[in-house]
């Protein structure tokens, strides 16, 4: 049984940072591509950030902010996120695919429940 789950979330200031982390089960993580989406209240889910191993890829509202990682042997992937600002308050989701970097939800296979992240100005 696959199961993704983030941790990290919370309420920061602007200008402040957190860390979400996306710790995988249930299948080979390294061979798949992970990626970081959001969805904020009223809004469409939205792609952050993908990284696999031809590299990462970021939306540009986050470019220079947020930065990707992942360690393979803990099967976990994080998000640094910097500066962060009110437009950042969203509901973070991790997911993975196998196959390149995509920014369409509907190419990713598994999905965590999410975790909030709320930006006060």
């Known amino acids: 049984q696959v199961q993704l789950v983030e941790s990290g979330g919370g309420l920061v200031q602007a200008g402040d940072s957190l860390r979400l982390s996306c710790a995988a089960s249930?299948?080979?993580?390294?061979?798949?591509?992970v990626g970081w989406f959001r969805q904020a209240p009223g809004k469409e889910r939205e792609f952050v950030v993908g990284?696999?191993?031809?590299?990462?890829s970021y939306a540009d509202s986050v470019k220079g902010r947020f930065t990707i990682s992942r360690d393979n042997a803990k099967n976990t992937a994080y998000l640094q996120m910097n500066s962060l600002k009110p437009e950042d308050t969203a509901v973070y989701y991790c997911?993975?695919?196998?196959?390149?970097?995509?920014?369409?939800?509907?190419?990713?296979?598994?999905w965590g429940q999410g975790t909030q992240v709320t930006v006060s100005s």
């Open positions: 997911a993975l695919r196998l196959g390149p970097i995509t920014t369409m939800q509907r190419d990713y296979a598994y």
């Open positions: 249930g299948l080979t993580f390294s061979m798949y591509v």
């Open positions: 990284f696999g191993w031809g590299g990462s």
